[in-house]
Nanobody, 114 residues
């Protein structure tokens, strides 16, 4: 059974940084199609960042230049480094496979105060 467990969120002031982690268990992990999503109150879940074929990365326009996705295959873990955080980054953040969409984890709350 696939499990996705996110951690590393919290409350931070605007301009601050956080690093999110997502540990993946129950499947063979390569991380090459993993992605980060977020869902703000009253809004639909949206793609934030993902790995693309060949190791390239994609970032949503709203986070490009501020967020960085990375992975550690030895630890079955995907990371999201978030810098220069803005209040509009406030959301619950989730990881998942971009193509397979496994059962969603609980997500992790990120709150950015102004």
């Amino acid at each position: 059974q696939v499990q996705l467990v996110e951690s590393g969120g919290g409350l931070v002031q605007a301009g601050g940084s956080l690093r999110l982690s997502c540990v993946v268990s129950g499947i063979g992990f390569s991380g090459e199609s993993m992605a980060w999503y977020r869902q703000a109150p009253g809004k639909q879940r949206e793609l934030v960042a993902r790995f693309q074929v060949g190791g390239a990365t994609y970032y949503a326009a709203a986070v490009k230049g501020r967020f960085t996705i990375s992975r550690d295959n030895a630890k079955n873990t995907v990371y999201l480094q978030m810098n220069s955080l803005k209040p509009e980054d406030t959301a619950v953040y989730y990881c998942n496979d971009y193509y397979r969409t496994y059962p969603w984890g609980q997500g992790i709350q990120v709150t950015v105060s102004s």
